[in-house]
């Protein structure tokens, strides 16, 4: 329950702070994001379209307990307009932090967002972060994300969508990578 009622605070304080709010989850993993649209607060062209990105990720041992989380703040640009066959890209860099095994972990992944619009009612999202070692910090070496959504339209301002992520870090002092996220997941997205 009280995982319930601290996710239903978080996700109202995403609504009321951006312009989209969308959470997902599978069987051990919750995650929030949020995307709060800066073209009508600032004085910027129309020709992109400019977000600031809030999102966080927590996942669960075997016994219920947060085993590890993964937050994250950036900034995104987008295209807002569709080529002939329905696809549009943007570019962002973000903050990404996170605690496991407790050594702390700290990026600044570039990302490439893509979107592709079958039809009206669907539409698929493609979204790849990659850190160097160069834009990795405190004990990291270096991070990886990947993650592709179908979004399907359920009314003018809602998606419901299924998706799979990966995400994966390297530490200076462990040889191998750590997934720390590999799964499929069910969400919905409410724009406003």
């Given at each position: 329950m009280n995982k319930i009622i601290a996710?239903?605070?978080?996700?109202?304080?995403l609504l009321f702070a951006g312009n989209n709010a969308q959470i997902n989850i599978n069987n051990n993993t919750l995650e929030l994001?949020?995307?709060?649209?800066?073209?009508?607060?600032?004085?910027m062209n129309n020709s992109s379209?400019?977000?600031?990105?809030?999102?966080?990720?927590?996942?669960?041992?075997?016994?219920?307990e947060i085993d590890q989380?993964?937050?994250?703040?950036g900034f995104k640009v987008l295209n807002p307009y569709m080529n002939n066959y329905g696809?549009?890209?943007?570019?962002?860099?973000?903050?990404?932090?996170t605690d496991q095994y407790d050594m702390g972990f700290s990026a600044l992944p570039l990302v490439i967002y893509s979107k592709?619009?079958?039809?009206?009612?669907?539409y698929f999202n493609l979204d790849l972060s990659f850190a160097p070692q160069v834009l990795t910090y405190l004990d990291g070496?270096?991070?990886?994300?990947?993650?592709?959504?179908?979004?399907?339209?359920?009314?003018?301002?809602?998606?419901?969508y299924v998706g799979v992520r990966y995400i994966s870090?390297?530490?200076t002092d462990i040889e191998e990578d750590i997934e720390f996220d590999d799964a499929a997941f069910l969400g919905f997205k409410i724009n406003f």
């Open positions: 996710g239903l605070v978080l996700i109202s304080g994001e949020s995307d709060i649209y800066l073209n009508n607060l600032y004085s379209n400019y977000y600031f990105t809030v999102g966080y990720l927590s996942t669960e041992n075997d016994e219920g989380t993964l937050s994250t703040i696809l549009s890209f943007g570019i962002g860099m973000r903050n990404v932090y592709y619009e079958l039809n009206e009612m669907v070496e270096e991070y990886k994300e990947g993650k592709l959504l179908m979004n399907y339209k359920i009314n003018s301002d809602a998606y419901i870090t390297k530490y």
